[in-house]
């Protein structure tokens, strides 16, 4: 694409890869069992400056992936997922940092998951890949981050599950990172949160296709996925967005058919939602990823979550949307009640928006200056220490 | 519509002066309602104090975070729970009381997360108020200046009043300072004081 602008994008941006974790070193999992080798893909965006203390480790969310910002090709049209977050001048600044995005183990986008071949058995892993949780992948991030030879990043972000492994960046490498940005995220599943992957991994395992997750050498089970992602889809969603979208529109016909044809535009947006996700997007993984979610408690093992994060040393801004089901600003303000109780510096803002849980993926003026100006006064004040 | 822009700084700028004089270096300090954060600013630069705040309306939420506040966006009463006992040397409520629905509540949770309270409110007792009163309108002054129907305020109280619900209570007064127009005064404060401002604990 001719038109990507070099002042307002960081432009066309290559994967990488590393491998860790190789045996006898391997990752020792929260489930006891061990991972490795591991690969793990990943991108950059800016310059690591000489002090390598100018990098931000970004987090994906569950349909997420490395691929955070720029394109791939001149032709490509679809940026990465926070495009409008990453670049030139803009929140996540690449001309004053180093922005790292790796995709998370068990994911299907480069990195070692189940659809990965088990140097073992030089087969897909299928349901012999461990399963594994969100401290897993942030452990293998430090990999990552050891590897290029970062001692302290200065922030790591994300939403969703990407801000659960914030949470637990700060909680398991306190020493690691100067400061937090968890949005639209939770400390714990609710049991809301889990009936709702429930449903999308029931869809899966439904679909004959799945053949008990081995099923990379025939069809795989599309529909089944379809479905998990339209379940999914829904709750990243308002009401209230919903309704401005679709209202009650019917799809190409002018009354309803009385019959099992798709009658709603929402119908049909969901379906194609679901068929173009399937496309691009393992089964297995959802099924893994969905689990670690699940499993996601970070008070578990200790008194209370306020114990659980007695250690952070980080800076946190906590970031909540008014109008998102899936993960409430209760939820936020729930750890960010245990963060203050351990005296730790937070900030805390439930920005008014109407699209939901996708606020925090959509252009959204007040989240892009609130991270923009976290992250500056971060920064100096790393710089002046360091001086 | 109010009749002046009483949340400006400059409007403020003498009781914020007031404040910085009475909180010492390195203070650990919260300021509930605290605005834009410019009254927090000013003690980082000031006095080096370690503050957060505490602020229910988003927009001013962002102009903390701008300046490189710690800022919870909630209200009074949310934004206090969560501190342990006496986290703080002084909690500030600044101008903040007229518009508290639960005062005793309120004064309760603040000396127990704070060792301190500086608190500060329009003095209902000035004279233009009991004027306005007297000729049997609701009064509207510089420093309360909403019509009956409008505006945040829901407690009006005088200098006397605020003595007293600190007698009832068993507050210490350890600061009193009366101000008019912005300058300390001391001749019949519940008359002639706009505002007032006490140092409780």
Redesign the interface.
């Known amino acids: 694409m001719s038109d990507i602008d070099p002042n307002n994008s960081v432009g066309i941006v290559t994967e990488q890869y590393i491998t860790i974790f190789a045996p006898p070193n391997e990752l020792l999992l929260d489930s006891g069992r061990r991972l490795g080798p591991i690969t793990l893909a990943y991108e950059t965006y800016g310059e690591l400056n000489q002090n390598k203390d100018n990098a931000i480790l970004l987090l994906h969310a569950l349909s997420g992936d490395h691929h955070a910002a720029g394109y791939y090709s001149s032709d490509d049209r679809k940026p990465g997922w926070w495009d409008n977050y990453i670049g030139p001048g803009k929140a996540f600044d690449t001309n004053k940092y180093c922005i790292i995005c790796s995709n998370c183990i068990a994911g299907c986008r480069g990195s070692t998951g189940p659809a990965s071949i088990n140097p073992e058995t030089q087969k897909p892993y299928g349901l012999t890949f461990p399963f594994i949780t969100i401290r897993d992948m942030v452990r293998a991030q430090k990999g990552l981050i050891d590897h290029l030879g970062i001692k302290k990043l200065l922030s790591v972000a994300g939403g969703s599950m990407g801000g659960m492994q914030a949470l637990e960046w700060a909680k398991t490498y306190p020493d690691h990172i100067s400061s937090a940005i968890p949005i639209a995220t939770t400390a714990n599943h609710s049991a809301q949160n889990i009936a709702l992957n429930e449903v999308a991994r029931q869809s899966i395992v439904a679909d004959p296709n799945w053949k008990n997750g081995d099923y990379y050498e025939s069809e795989p089970p599309a529909r089944g996925l379809a479905v998990a992602r339209m379940v999914g889809h829904i709750s990243y969603l308002s009401d209230k967005a919903m309704h401005e979208k679709f209202g009650r529109r019917l799809q190409d016909r002018d009354d309803v058919s009385f019959d099992l044809m798709t009658d709603f535009q929402v119908e049909s947006y969901l379906q194609y939602q679901g068929d173009s996700f399937s496309k691009r997007f393992d089964a297995n993984s959802l099924l893994y990823l969905s689990k670690a979610l699940d499993y996601y408690n970070l008070a578990e093992g200790h008194a209370s979550l306020k114990d659980a994060l007695r250690h952070v040393k980080a800076r946190f801004l906590v970031l909540s949307f008014s109008s998102d089901w899936l993960y409430p600003p209760y939820q936020s303000r729930e750890f960010v009640s245990a963060l203050k109780q351990n005296a730790v510096p937070v900030s805390y803002c439930e920005i008014k928006s109407d699209y939901g849980h996708d606020s925090f993926l959509i252009d959204n003026p007040h989240q892009m200056r609130l991270i923009q100006d976290f992250l500056g006064h971060i920064f100096e004040e790393v710089k002046s220490n360091a001086a | 519509m109010p009749l002046e822009n009483h949340t400006s700084l400059s409007s403020h700028r003498y009781e914020f002066d007031v404040i910085c004089e009475i909180i010492e270096e390195k203070s650990r300090v919260l300021d509930l309602g605290c605005d834009e954060g410019d009254l927090l600013n000013l003690l980082k630069e000031k006095r080096n104090i370690k503050g957060?705040g505490v602020e229910v309306a988003?927009e001013k939420?962002?102009h903390?975070?701008?300046k490189?506040?710690?800022?919870?966006?909630?209200d009074i009463d949310?934004g206090l729970?969560?501190?342990?006992d006496k986290?703080f040397d002084y909690v500030i409520l600044s101008e903040t009381l007229q518009e508290v629905r639960n005062p005793v509540l309120v004064f309760k949770e603040i000396l127990r997360v704070g060792r301190k309270c500086i608190v500060s409110f329009p003095n209902f007792g000035h004279w233009t108020s009991r004027w306005q009163l007297l000729l049997g309108r609701t009064p509207i002054t510089s420093k309360l200046p909403y019509y009956w129907y409008e505006g945040p305020n829901i407690k009006f109280l005088t200098i006397y009043d605020f003595i007293y619900f600190c007698n009832v209570m068993n507050y210490t007064l350890v600061h009193q300072f009366y101000l008019r127009n912005g300058k300390r005064i001391s001749l019949l404060p519940n008359l002639m004081a706009d505002t007032a401002l006490f140092v409780i604990k």
């Open positions: 957060s988003e939420v962002y903390c975070i701008s490189g506040l710690s800022v919870h966006h909630g949310q729970a969560d501190f342990p986290s």
